[in-house]
């Protein structure tokens, strides 16, 4: 079946930096990736959605600017967290539509601890 | 848009017994029903999926129930086990639309 791919897993930075999350379709081309946020114990909220060659679509309250994401081909999609604070720790993981199964697939999920 | 409501958040109960999660959808035209398993810090895996054409379907323990009318599905576990305890989510979604996620259910099956 479809797999996604997903860099790094863990990730710890400082306060201010940027941090860039990978989500590679690795046998399937991927024209569109969904962009989620999970805080413990809570249901995955979707950040944005990400088309190839196009810009993303955000979903309301979500800050393009500080949540950066480039689709640049069909199987790379990245979001980079700009200017990272405390708050923006959180489980961030992708999904592809799985067009073989009509469903998703996830990629494995980046836990981000600004510090 | 669509709007999907899972009941309960919290569900508890002891090896061997049953487990139901319940979930609402808002829009009629939606169409694909999966449920997906995620353990602590784990990507979410589908464990099930019903489309609208069908009632009910059947995967050895695991077994969902669709109501068109009612616009409710729901998740069945039989002979629950201690490795069955998860977080559980619904969704609902038209063809190739994006997804709408229920808020989860923590099942905690105690040996």
């Known amino acids: 079946g479809a797999v996604v791919s997903q860099h790094p897993s863990r990730v710890i930075c400082k306060s201010g930096t940027s941090v860039k999350i990978e989500c590679r379709s690795l046998?399937?081309?991927?024209?569109?990736m969904f962009w989620y946020r999970q805080f413990p114990k809570k249901s995955l909220m979707l950040m944005a959605t990400?088309?190839?060659?196009?810009?993303?679509?955000?979903e309301q309250g979500v800050e393009k600017d500080k949540f950066l994401i480039n689709h640049a081909s069909l199987t790379l999609s990245t979001l980079t967290v700009t200017s990272a604070h405390p708050e923006d720790s959180s489980f961030y993981i992708c999904?592809?539509?799985?067009?073989?199964?009509?469903?998703?697939?996830f990629g494995s999920g980046t836990r981000l601890t600004v510090v | 848009g669509e709007n999907v409501e899972q009941h309960p958040s919290t569900l508890s109960v002891q090896e061997g017994d049953s487990a139901v999660i319940k979930c609402t959808y808002s829009d009629s035209a939606s169409n694909y029903f999966p449920w997906y398993k995620q353990e602590l810090g784990k990507r979410p895996q589908l464990i099930i999926d019903i489309r609208s054409n069908v009632g009910e379907k059947k995967d050895q323990r695991i077994a969902v129930t669709l109501n068109k009318t009612a616009k409710h599905f729901s998740l069945h576990i039989t002979e629950t086990q201690p490795e069955d305890s998860a977080v559980y989510f619904c969704a609902a979604s038209k063809r190739s639309y994006i997804p709408t996620f229920g808020r989860g259910t923590s099942l905690i099956v105690h040996p």
């Open positions: 046998d399937f081309q991927a024209t569109t």
């Open positions: 990400s088309n190839e060659g196009s810009k993303a679509t955000y």
């Open positions: 999904s592809a539509p799985d067009r073989e199964r009509d469903g998703y697939t």
